[in-house]
């Protein structure tokens, strides 16, 4: 039981270029939720997906960020023309139902630098 | 007013001190989480309670819902748990989370 993989755990991108962010959630879970810690800040709810589906991007940016989680393979957090506000670490969570938090589980996040 | 509080922001203690972190939400959960976070590290979870009192090993974490009050304790505290301390709720059927703002602990020789 690997838990829950987030890959990498560091990227540096250049303004204007895009990242990718995947994460594995652990084995039997198939809520996947990503959240965002700013430097010296909170974390921050910002999409709750299942397979194939959308459940809550209220915390998404309106522009630029998109997430997916297909039938196979990682979800994927994406973000288009990367701004040094983005900079920050994104961590992904997963949960094997959307009841009661029970069994949530973070990965170990994906620290983003924008150069 | 946030929807949940911390407090203390900052704690400094001496190895071996007792310590005290409160949590205090505003909402409706159906679950409270205290998570532990290093500098620059990833994040575990320490406890996930709906009620009551859960124990592992030096650490204790309660819960009162009626007054919508959590505590995490720390028994004789050691420089290993020094990190950042979290905690947020959890509510509905959506089991997103809401985080505090964190209890930053420095415990010294």
């Known amino acids: 039981n690997a838990g829950v993989m987030q890959n990498p755990r560091h990227l540096v991108r250049r303004r204007g270029q895009e990242a990718r962010l995947r994460c594995s959630p652990m084995k039997g879970h198939s809520h996947v939720y990503w959240y965002r810690q700013l430097p010296e800040e909170g974390l921050k709810f910002m999409v709750y997906?299942?397979?194939?589906?959308?459940?809550?991007e209220s915390g998404m940016p309106k522009e630029r960020f998109s997430a997916e989680f297909p039938k196979e393979g990682p979800s994927i957090l994406r973000i288009q023309q990367v701004v040094r506000g983005d900079s920050a670490a994104y961590f992904c969570?997963?949960?094997?139902?959307?009841?009661?938090?029970?069994?949530?589980?973070f990965g170990s996040g994906t620290r983003l630098t924008v150069v | 007013k946030n929807e949940v509080e911390q407090s203390p922001q900052n704690l400094t203690a001496q190895e071996g001190e007792f310590i005290t972190i409160n949590c205090s939400y505003s909402v409706g959960i159906s679950a409270l989480h205290w998570l532990q976070q290093h500098p620059g590290g990833g994040i575990v979870s320490l406890f996930m309670?709906?009620?009551g009192k859960k124990k592992h090993g030096r650490l204790i974490a309660t819960i009162n819902i009626q007054e919508k009050h959590s505590s995490l304790h720390i028994t004789a505290s050691h420089p290993r748990d020094s990190a950042v301390y979290i905690c947020?709720?959890?509510?509905?059927?959506?089991?997103?989370?809401?985080f505090g703002t964190g209890t930053r602990l420095q415990v010294t020789l």
């Open positions: 997906l299942q397979k194939e589906n959308i459940i809550d």
């Open positions: 947020a709720v959890g509510g509905g059927t959506a089991s997103k989370l809401t």
């Open positions: 969570a997963s949960s094997p139902t959307n009841r009661g938090s029970v069994g949530y589980t």
């Open positions: 309670l709906s009620s």
